[in-house]
């Protein structure tokens, strides 16, 4: 009986790993491709002629934020815009705007694009932070767009075992927000 009780504790947590595995892998898969539209987007829209690095950005809005080149040659920053492949707006119960008045918001994204250096570098965003903040463990810096302004995100976790996010300009290192959030015990 002992056994027959451990072969099937070993086969369901066995299933719910795998089980973990495949949906992590589909979500990834997804978002790479996600990737695929945002690039092709910026390249058909003139934006980038050829690009490095993309990285998902989700704040209010939530952007693909690629490192390309330019057309004319130039080393740039480009935030498209993510657009849900349902186009129900959820959230605009919450909107003051009336969204019925908009066509279809859903039909184009929104860039933003910006030499890189127009603004600081990510090394630099993290040397602002580590000299304002007081950070226990610093976890990732990276950009994002916060209304119309490119910001970097630095992720941290405080003197206070909370995990933070700090907000400052992408153009000049000038603070823009923080937030905080008590880790779990």
């Known amino acids: ?40 987007y910026a390249m058909d829209e003139g934006l980038i002629s050829d690009y490095g690095n993309v990285h998902y950005y989700n704040g209010r809005t939530a952007y693909h934020v690629i490192e390309g080149t330019s057309p004319d040659g ?23 705007e009336d969204s019925e008045s908009e066509e279809n918001p859903a039909s184009e994204p929104r860039t933003f694009s910006r030499k890189q250096d127009e603004g600081i570098s990510a090394g630099k965003a993290r040397q602002i932070a580590e000299a304002n903040l007081e950070m226990e463990k610093f976890k990732q810096v990276r950009l994002g767009m916060i209304g119309q302004t490119p910001v970097y995100e630095i992720v941290y976790v405080d003197t206070d075992d909370r995990y933070s996010f700090y907000y400052i300009s992408f153009e000049d290192g000038d603070y823009i927000r923080h937030y905080q959030l008590r880790r779990s015990a």
């Open 74 to 96: 130039d080393a740039v920053y480009v935030w498209v815009e993510t657009i849900p492949e349902s186009t129900e707006n959820y959230s605009s119960v919450f909107d003051e």
């Open 1 to 40: 009986m002992k056994r027959w009780i451990i072969g099937t504790a070993i086969f369901l947590l066995s299933t719910a790993a795998v089980t973990m595995i495949w949906l992590y892998n589909n979500i990834q898969s997804a978002q790479h491709e996600r990737f695929g539209d945002s690039i092709a």
